[in-house]
Each structure stands twice: as C-alpha cells, then as structure tokens.
C-alpha cells in the first residue's frame, strides 16, 4: 500500500499553464514521493476558478491513488489552512509601460498576503517555493509578512536555470546529464544571473579541463540566463513544463534529501560569499535531513565574483525598492 502520511499541497495560480502542468505530477507522487497522500488546495483569483475547478474535475476522473481531495478556493486563508508545501506559482507579470518598481509593488499585494495566510495557517514543516515572477524578491516578501515561520522555509526557483544549464552543457558534450555535477546558479532569476560552470565536473573530470572558456564566457552564460526569452521566441509563449518540472525537482530533493549532490537554490543568505545576509538569492545547495544547506568553501575566481556581485547589485536594488513600498 502506498501513502504512510497525508501532506496538504498548496498550488496558487492553479488555473494557468504553469500549474496545470504541476497538478498531475503532484497528484501521481512525483513530488513527495509515495510515501505521502495528498490533500490538494488551489488558489485562484475569482477570474481564474473555473479554469481550476475544470483541473480539478480532471484530477478527479484521473482517479489518483495518492490523492485524497482537492479544494477549489480564492481564499488565501483557506487555501493554506495545514499546509505543508506551497506552491506560489501565480504573479502579476510585466505589463507593457511597467517600471519596475510598479511590477514590484503589484506582486508585494500578492506576496504579502500570502505570506501572512501562511504564517496564520500552515503546518510547522512547512516548505514555500515561489516561482512568480520577480521569483527572489517576492520569496523576500511572503517570509517577511510570515515572521513566525524560519527564513530558511522561503525559496525561490533557480532549480529551472539549474536544469537549463545542465542540459545544455550535456548537450555540448554529448553526456548524460546524470553524468554532470557541480553546476552552479549564482545570484537571481533574471538574466543577471551567473550559470557557473568553476566546480563543474563530467563523468569526474573538471569542466574547464574539456572546455573552450571562451565558450563558456562569451555563450554558454548569455544562452542559460536569456534561455526563457529564446523559448518564448521560438515557441510563442513562455516555459511551462520545463518550468513545473524544476518545481518537482526543487521540492522533491529537499523533502527526500539531494543524494550527495548539489543543485541550485535560491534561500535566505546567511553571509556566506559575501552575499548580504536575508538578501534571497542563489547558491550552490544539497538538502541534508529535510533542509537546504549552502554548500561552503568553494574558491571563487575574479571573473565569477564581477559576475556574482552583478547579480547581487538588482537584487539589492530591488529589496531598497520593495522597503521604499513598505512591503517589508
């Protein structure tokens, strides 16, 4: 028999693309695992319930032996009642004429009150994972309106930029990715971001003893970080499945633990690299006994430190905007 434990699963933004993507996947167990029942909460804005009330009668006919219920609501408070994962998927995009600043403010709406549900109702093991846009700073956001809830339960999803990285550098040199480690994603999910390939190693062999660096320098980085715009290029629209597959990934190593490995997290800095403490940014991480643990010590080049401090300098930027708003 599958399923020791019931777990309750928030999903926001449950009626779009990216979290119709999710839905079966977590229902089928590929998020926790099969150890875990799932009771399934989705939280919608009014305009967006039909789209997830019709997923919801799909779960239904899909007739999941993990899944134990499903709730339909636009109630934050509802929605994150007991809740041991969550999901924020839904986030108000860039519209055109947006300053920046005006994108920040109208996610803080969003963040804000969902961070203070979640620290009203949810379970004590739970784990968040925003992967609305701008994905770090509203992670910033939700953890401050939850102060009852650790920092360290609040993440950001770079595990897509991670996977993207992979891949590609697999594809260059023709290997399995399982064959590949020590990728890094430093900083934040934009196209600041620094894809690091430094500690990288294939089939046990350091990277940069295979590759061109010029290469690396003047290609691979630019291609991983403006990755989501090529998609959106060729396909018309932007990551969905690539992008609920990371979500699995990033949940389920750090529920299950990430093998030894590391992988890519964006979390609360704790001072490590010269990261400015509480700054939500990007790191080399494993998850060790249900908890993510930056990796420590690695040697950090003149290159890689412009790169990463690039990236820290928006995020900066952006928590000096979002404290301008009041919205931490």
Not at 199 to 219: F, S
Not at 252 to 260: A, C, K
């Amino acid at each position: 028999m599958t399923g020791n434990t019931t777990k309750t699963v928030t999903l926001t933004g449950a009626g779009g693309q990216i979290g119709y993507a999710l839905l079966f996947r977590i229902a089928s167990g590929q998020l926790l695992g099969r150890d875990a029942r799932i009771r399934l909460n989705l939280l919608e804005i009014p305009a967006g319930l039909a789209a997830a009330e019709g997923a919801a009668l799909e779960l239904q006919d899909a007739a999941f032996p993990l899944l134990d219920t499903v709730t339909v609501t636009d109630s934050a408070t509802a929605a994150f009642d007991g809740s041991s994962v969550a999901l924020l998927v839904g986030s108000r995009p860039r519209g055109a004429g947006m300053e920046r600043a005006d994108l920040l403010a109208a996610n803080g709406a969003i963040f804000g009150p969902q961070g203070a549900a979640i620290n009203g109702g949810a379970a004590s093991d739970i784990r968040v994972v925003v992967v609305g846009n701008p994905a770090n700073t509203n992670a910033l956001i939700a953890s401050a309106h939850a102060p009852d809830i650790p920092p360290e339960r609040f993440t950001a999803l770079t595990r897509l930029d991670h996977n993207r990285a992979v891949g590609l550098l697999a594809e260059k040199l023709a290997l399995p990715v399982d064959e590949l480690d020590g990728v890094t994603i430093w900083g934040n999910h934009s196209a600041s971001q620094y894809p690091d390939l430094s500690h990288a190693t294939a089939a046990g062999r350091p990277v940069r003893e295979i590759l061109d660096e010029c290469w690396v320098r003047n290609e691979f980085i630019s291609r991983v970080a403006n990755r989501g715009a090529e998609i959106i290029e060729v396909r018309g629209s932007s990551s969905v499945g690539s992008a609920a597959s990371a979500t699995i990934d990033h949940v389920f190593d750090w529920v299950n633990g990430s093998g030894g490995r590391w992988t890519s997290v964006a979390l609360p800095s704790n001072g490590s690299y010269d990261v400015p403490e509480g700054l939500v940014s990007s790191f080399p991480a494993e998850s060790v006994d249900g908890a993510w643990r930056i990796v420590d010590g690695l040697d950090i080049d003149a290159f890689s430190r412009d790169r990463i401090d690039a990236s820290l300098r928006e995020l900066v930027t952006e928590r000096e905007q979002v404290q301008s708003l009041g919205l931490l």
